[in-house]
């Protein structure tokens, strides 16, 4: 199957029983193709539980939640036999019916940009994030278009070793458009807030994209970027005191306690955010931990009072 046909159906109506899914809508509300949530469940066995005779197994809620968590690891740059481990061992907390708030991927949007991404056509993917983002801002164009295009890319290059040019370009005008956004012209709060990846963590397109997102909301940020050094983020703590300071490990030999125990003291205290995959199953007292971008973005305007 090509990728212009995996997810180039439109989405399917709101159903009433959202707590069974089955293999084509999970498919289109991730933006992966059914035959990855078929290897999903044979090769890991994160496939679907709920079974009534006479009808295809269907996912549920729980089914939902633990693939959301394998899809978030895997973007993030988590093998998926490493991604799939922490999945199968996930405790979903999923309020109830809420697969009915969760976006559904606009699919002939991907499609059209992964076809341009896979001829290097720069100026098109382009083109075609900016006027996402005048749409429908940053947040939405991360989740419903840049997450899925670039699991499509990647799901190619493990399929077949080639890809990697169409990453890497897409990578860099991410990283370009969301860039410009992040400048800040009438702030909401005085002192910005520290974002930074730690350790060597190169993996910088999510934190990117939060700096960006909360630029939307008016929040000015100071964005240290990649492989930050910790005596960088201590200069900026003693010397700026942030509000709010977040800590982005993708992988987990980047996610350092050590970097959380030598922050320094000071007062107002700030609130300390920990976000990516990379953090999964570390022992983190006294902090907050975002799953993704939007309760990245509730945890730090909670720390600015907003």
Not at 5 to 23: F, G, K, N, Y
Not at 69 to 87: Q, T, W
Not at 144 to 156: K, M
Not at 254 to 260: G, K, M, R
Request: charged share 20%; glycine share 6%; net charge negative.
């Amino acid at each position: 199957m090509s990728p212009e046909s995996q997810i180039s159906a439109a989405p399917e109506a709101a159903s009433p029983d959202l707590a069974r899914l089955t293999v084509a809508a999970v498919a289109r509300r991730l933006g992966i193709a059914p035959g990855t949530l078929r290897t999903w469940d044979r090769r890991y066995g994160l496939g679907p539980s709920d079974h009534c005779v006479g009808e295809h197994r269907k996912y549920t809620q729980e089914d939902f939640a633990r693939l959301l968590y394998m899809h978030k690891l895997v973007i993030s740059g988590v093998s998926p036999a490493e991604a799939a481990k922490l999945a199968v061992a996930h405790q979903p907390e999923f309020a109830p019916n809420e697969l009915s708030s969760i976006p559904t991927v606009d699919g002939h949007l991907v499609t059209s940009m992964y076809r341009a991404s896979q001829v290097l056509d720069r100026t098109s993917v382009e083109l075609g994030i900016r006027a996402q983002i005048e749409k429908s801002g940053v947040a939405a164009t991360w989740v419903n278009l840049l997450v899925p295009l670039l699991c499509l890319i990647g799901e190619e290059w493990e399929r077949t070793g080639e890809g990697i040019a169409s990453e890497h370009m897409v990578s860099d005008v991410i990283k370009k458009v969301l860039g410009e956004k992040i400048n800040v012209v009438h702030p909401r709060n005085q002192v910005p807030v520290l974002l930074a990846c730690i350790g060597e963590e190169m993996h910088s397109l999510a934190i990117t994209a939060l700096a960006a997102s909360l630029a939307e909301l008016d929040i000015q940020v100071q964005f240290l970027g990649a492989r930050t050094p910790t005596e960088a983020i201590n200069e900026v703590v003693r010397r700026c005191a942030p509000p709010a300071i977040f800590l982005w490990a993708q992988l987990p030999q980047n996610a350092s306690i050590d970097v959380l125990n030598s922050l320094p003291v000071v007062r107002p205290a700030p609130r300390v955010i920990l976000g990516g995959p990379g953090w999964a199953g570390a022992d983190c007292q006294g902090v907050s931990v975002a799953e993704d971008l939007a309760s990245a973005c509730r945890e730090i305007s909670l720390a600015l009072g907003l």
